[in-house]
């Protein structure tokens, strides 16, 4: 009788052990780390790259230029540019520890910061990243909402006449984007969002363009707005101090245009595994900041020569809301479609977080843990998640209602930029580099690194003076939920 139970246990699990076959076809879709195969390429990281990097910061970089001037806006732009992609090649060479080609996966800027360095260091990492994440959506919601209220206005003007009022509330807009990033924050992870990286990236690129050539017809058709080698004039613009704080705020709001540190390992987790991660990193940087640099010099320098010294905080809305109406219409659409996508690329890291911290804690609930297979017609199926439906919604709900109590742009920007450039653009990763390649303490190389941090965390100081005295300017006049022209 045992025999006989024996042989037949035997049979029934011949039959249902998976073959030869199924065990390759597995194989061929899982990666080296048990996960499911990574399929990214430079394409699509370099897409993730420009909507992260060509985001709402384009906007402001006429003001900043004119406020720094010809001699000093451009210079520091390209120092920023410069700063940003060498720090990134630094940061794409520590995804994988100990060896960069070899070694074992680290799937956040966290697990990067944990394998290297340790310590305390990871906590600061996890405040000033995930910090910057948060704050990086609420300036998107503001700014999506402005370019909404801007089609609104443009078609006002068109309609009744450039001398009507056309006051506009932000909030139901910041209100209708919300809606919108609770359903495209059912998106699972950041595999799934190349789709949505590479529409909002051709959105960049086609408002941009836009401003571009408006800033260009404008000069071209004879407007002679007064410029400065050293931008704004003290006496005649602004006051001595008033040209330090905005020369210090304008910093700052270079530095948020290029902010993209903060999500870098979680896009190089994207890569599929040959070319190697670093190699393909290094060449989807190389093009996302190229890319990005030409076009925020291009739109900094036209948009200044366009307006001059009273260059507005958002160059798009100071050709007027006129004519052609129907094409800055076009260009705010743009921006709204964009900042769409990029408040996904950045939330997504945050949402990551969040749910592999509450399934290690909770993994027998089944309310976190528990998918529902759900057929959507032409989608196939969907797995849906209790918690991961209740805890987005909330986030972006919570981060509309801030963006609502306070609308305030400009110094917004500089305010996050100022604030994550250092740690998470310069320290973190040049700290990382050294400890990877066990560079020899006070040699050349380790020198002029360290000198090039502490000179980073000078100008990020400075910036953030300069966006938090803004900022205390603003909230003075200020009145909550009240509507804003």
């Keep these: 009788m045992a025999t006989e139970m024996q042989h037949n246990h035997s049979i029934f699990m011949q039959q249902q052990a998976p073959g030869p076959l199924e065990i390759a076809d597995f194989r061929k879709n899982i990666d080296d780390d048990g ?4 399929t990214g390429t430079v394409l699509t990281a370099s897409a993730h790259i420009i909507t992260a990097v060509i985001g709402s910061g384009v906007l402001s970089l006429a003001w900043a230029i004119a406020q720094l001037g010809w001699v000093a806006g451009p210079a520091v732009l390209l120092a920023f540019s410069f700063i940003t992609y060498f720090t990134s090649t630094l940061l794409a060479d520590s995804y994988r520890s100990p060896d960069p080609v070899t070694g074992s996966r680290n799937y956040t800027y966290m697990d990067v910061v944990r394998a290297h360095l340790g310590g305390f260091k990871v906590q600061l990492c996890g405040i000033a990243q995930y910090g910057n994440l948060i704050g990086v959506t609420i300036g998107y919601t503001i700014t999506a909402s402005i370019s909404m209220v801007a089609v609104k206005r443009s078609n006002c003007f068109h309609k009744q006449g450039h001398d009507a009022e056309c006051s506009i509330s932000n909030y139901p807009f910041m209100a209708i984007f919300a809606i919108i990033q609770i359903i495209l924050s059912q998106i699972p992870n950041f595999h799934k969002l190349s789709w949505l990286s590479i529409l909002a990236a051709v959105m960049s690129f086609a408002y941009s363009s836009i401003g571009l050539g408006l800033a260009i017809a404008k000069v071209a058709g004879g407007a002679h707005a007064t410029t400065n080698l050293t931008g704004v004039r003290v006496g005649v613009e602004v006051t001595g101090a008033e040209k330090v704080w905005k020369s210090f705020q304008a910093i700052g709001d270079i530095a948020f245009a290029y902010a993209y540190s903060t999500v870098l390992i979680e896009i190089q987790d994207t890569l599929r595994s040959h070319p190697p991660e670093n190699k393909a990193m290094k060449k989807a940087s190389l093009v996302g900041v190229s890319a990005t640099t030409l076009f925020y010099v291009s739109c900094g320098c036209f948009g200044y020569a366009a307006f001059g010294n009273k260059a507005p905080g958002n160059f798009l809305t100071g050709f007027g809301f006129y004519e052609p109406y129907w094409l800055i219409d076009l260009a705010n659409v743009c921006i709204a479609v964009h900042l769409i996508g990029a408040y996904q690329v950045f939330c997504q890291p945050i949402f990551g977080f969040v749910e592999s911290r509450a399934q290690k804690h909770w993994p027998e609930s089944e309310f976190i843990t528990r998918e529902y297979a759900i057929r959507i017609p032409f989608y196939g199926s969907y797995y849906l998640n209790i918690f991961r439906l209740v805890w987005r919604t909330v986030y972006v709900i919570v981060t509309a209602v801030v963006a609502m109590i306070f609308p305030f742009f400009n110094d917004f920007l500089g305010l996050i930029g100022a604030a994550s450039f250092y ?28 000198v090039l941090s502490w000179v980073c965390l000078v100008v990020s100081l400075v910036a953030a003076v300069g966006s938090i005295q803004g900022l205390a300017q603003d909230l003075k006049t200020y009145k909550p939920f009240k509507t804003l022209n």
């Design 35 to 38: 996960r499911p195969k990574r």
């Design 423 to 450: 740690p998470l653009t310069v320290y973190f990763p040049i700290e990382i580099h050294i400890a990877q390649s066990r560079m020899p303490k006070y040699s050349l190389t380790w020198t002029w690194l360290k």
